[in-house]
Structure formats: structure tokens, C-alpha cells
């Protein structure tokens, strides 16, 4: 299944998922800021657009026999049902940047030897952002990025995308 048809079953869900997505994202913040920043008024997601992020583990994943087909392994064990992503203005120079998005696992398969994870959220449109993830028990991952945001025009309740290919080699 290509990308755009993974894209085309998510925007389906989005309506039904919006207010749970919007809920977790106040959660989620409150849960993350540190206790200085309490006090500080709820972010603004009036600019926000529907955002997918779609994760290709390359590595570090192991199969499973449920819906799911995949999930992550190693320090990607926080990607699988139950987790959140965690989207951050993207900085090559700091991996500490303010969140702007929190997000929810969608689901996972095996495609073509690799896991591919799908996450739903709300977000700014930025040019990049840093990725994290965080699984139902509170562990989470390395931050990643910064990873690009892409325009999405074609898929009907999703505005863009972020792609995040991990256990990739560099190219020389």
C-alpha cells in the first residue's frame, strides 16, 4: 500500500479522533512542562492543520502476530499501539526545542521487509520539526531531526506530512 492510500484510511478516522487527539495534546503538555512553566497559558492550535507522521523502521523493529503486523525494538521500543509522538520545532543544534504537537499511535504493518508507524495529530505548519516518542508507560525515545514537513494537497483531512526513516545508513 502506498503512501498516499495510508494517508487516504487515516483522513477517514481524523474526525473521530480530533477531539481525543486535542485532549491527549493537553495532557500531554501538562504532563511534559516542567513545573516553572505551569503557570504558562495552553499553547494556540487555532493555526493548526492536520498532520500525519509516517515512520519507516528500517531496523530495530520486531513482527507480531496482532493487527498491528510490527512494532519498534531497541531504542525504538516506544513505537506501538498505546504510544504518542511528540512533535518540537526542528534545530539541528539543540534537541531541547519547545513542543508544538503531541500525537497518537495509529497503527503499524510490515511493508516491503520494513515496520511503517503511523501517528495523527494537529500541528503548525513548520518547515521541520524533531521527533519523539513516548511510550504508555512513560519511557521515550531519542529525539530525531530535524525531519522536513512535506505539503500534503491530495488526501482530504490531512494538510502535511512528516516522514521519519529510521535505521537508515548514511550515504557517503
Known amino acids: ?4 492510500n495510508k494517508l487516504r484510511r487515516a483522513a477517514q478516522h481524523l474526525r ?10 493537553a495532557v500531554a503538555l501538562l504532563i511534559l512542562t516542567p513545573i516553572a512553566q505551569a503557570s504558562a497559558a495552553p ?44 512533535l518540537s520545532e526542528g534545530s539541528p543544534e539543540s534537541s531541547e526545542t519547545p513542543k508544538v504537537a503531541v500525537g497518537q499511535h495509529y497503527r503499524s504493518r510490515l511493508s516491503g521487509g520494513k515496520c511503517e ?19 504508555a508507560q512513560g519511557e521515550v525515545s531519542p529525539t530525531f531531526g530535524p525531519v522536513a514537513s512535506q505539503p ?21
Request: charged letters at 15%; hydrophobic letters at 45%; glycine letters at 8%.
Open 117 to 135: 508507524a503511523l501517528y495523527i495529530t494537529s500541528a503548525p505548519v513548520l518547515p521541520v520539526f524533531n521527533v519523539q516518542f513516548a511510550g
Open 43 to 86: 499553547p494556540e492550535v487555532a493555526g493548526n492543520v492536520s498532520t500525519a507522521v509516517y515512520v519507516v523502521m528500517h531496523k530495530s523493529f520486531t513482527t507480531t502476530v496482532d493487527a498491528d503486523q510490527c512494532l519498534g525494538a531497541g531504542d525504538l521500543a516506544t513505537i506501538r499501539r498505546g504510544s504518542w509522538v511528540f
Open 16 to 25: 473521530r479522533r480530533h477531539m481525543l487527539v486535542r485532549a491527549a495534546i
Open 152 to 172: 500534503v494537497t491530495d488526501q482530504p483531512g490531512i494538510q502535511q506530512v512528516i516522514r521519519v526513516d529510521l535505521g537508515v545508513e548514511p550515504q557517503p
Open 1 to 4: 500500500m502506498s503512501a498516499n
